[in-house]
């Protein structure tokens, strides 16, 4: 059984730019949730979805926007980038009322 | 609103000492709790969950945790810590089993020889 798995690792980009970060979710697995984790600090909630729709958002400007797949996988996405946009993003997955599994993450950088 | 307290950023501890991390939380329902460990550029992995029933929760590399509703508290143990448990540690709870998860901010573990 493959768990999450998240592309690129690493990732470097210029403040105003856009980038598009990749989550697969484990094997069955219909929900994703993506968190940021600044340096320091505990994940973040961005949103989740669930069989292809958005199923929750935390306190995130809509330039953060995300997609899920038929297949369950899932692109973050964000626009106009900040310097406060440098973390490490993290995918998770999981089955209806159970826990979630996470990736291990997309580190971003904004320079 | 719901939210985690970990009080403890920085935790230095011998090589097979006792180990207890706080977590405490708010939440007005009843809390689906959760540890996860994080070792340096790494993503998290589940050590323990809390759903319901009976308030001592085993989890993998020997670590238990024990929910406290009156304290709202669901501090991680472990009898015999191992150079390997060298990691950050979350505490996080969440209003349903899958729905988004609010994390502490994490207890940095080191362990001494």
């Known amino acids: 059984e493959t768990g999450v798995t998240q592309s690129p690792t690493h990732l470097i980009k210029t403040r105003g730019q856009q980038v598009t970060l990749r989550c697969s979710s484990q094997?069955?697995?219909?929900?994703v949730s993506w968190y940021q984790q600044a340096l320091g600090q505990g994940p973040q909630f961005i949103f989740q979805?669930?069989?292809?729709?958005?199923?929750g958002r935390g306190n995130f400007p809509p330039r953060f926007s995300g997609l899920q797949f038929p297949n369950y996988s899932s692109e973050l996405n964000v626009n106009a980038l900040e310097l406060d946009d440098s973390a490490l993003y993290l995918c998770?997955?999981?089955?209806?009322?159970?826990?979630?599994?996470f990736g291990p993450g997309t580190r971003l950088t904004v320079t | 609103a719901q939210s985690v307290t970990q009080p403890d950023i920085h935790i230095t501890v011998s090589e097979g000492a006792s180990l207890e991390l706080r977590c405490n939380y708010s939440y007005g329902a009843t809390p689906y709790l959760f540890w996860y460990v994080q070792s340096p550029g790494q993503g998290l992995q589940l050590l323990l969950k809390?759903?319901?029933?009976?308030?001592l929760v085993q989890g993998i590399k020997g670590f238990e945790a024990e929910f406290k509703r009156s304290q709202s508290s669901f501090n991680l143990r472990k009898p015999s810590v191992h150079w390997s448990d060298a990691a950050e540690y979350f505490c996080?709870?969440?209003?349903?089993?899958?729905?988004?998860?609010?994390f502490g901010t994490g207890t940095r573990l080191t362990i001494i020889p």
């Open positions: 996080a709870v969440g209003a349903l089993r899958n729905e988004k998860l609010t």
């Open positions: 094997s069955g697995h219909n929900t």
């Open positions: 998770a997955s999981s089955l209806p009322a159970n826990e979630q599994y």
């Open positions: 809390y759903f319901s029933g009976d308030t």
């Open positions: 979805y669930y069989r292809e729709e958005e199923n």
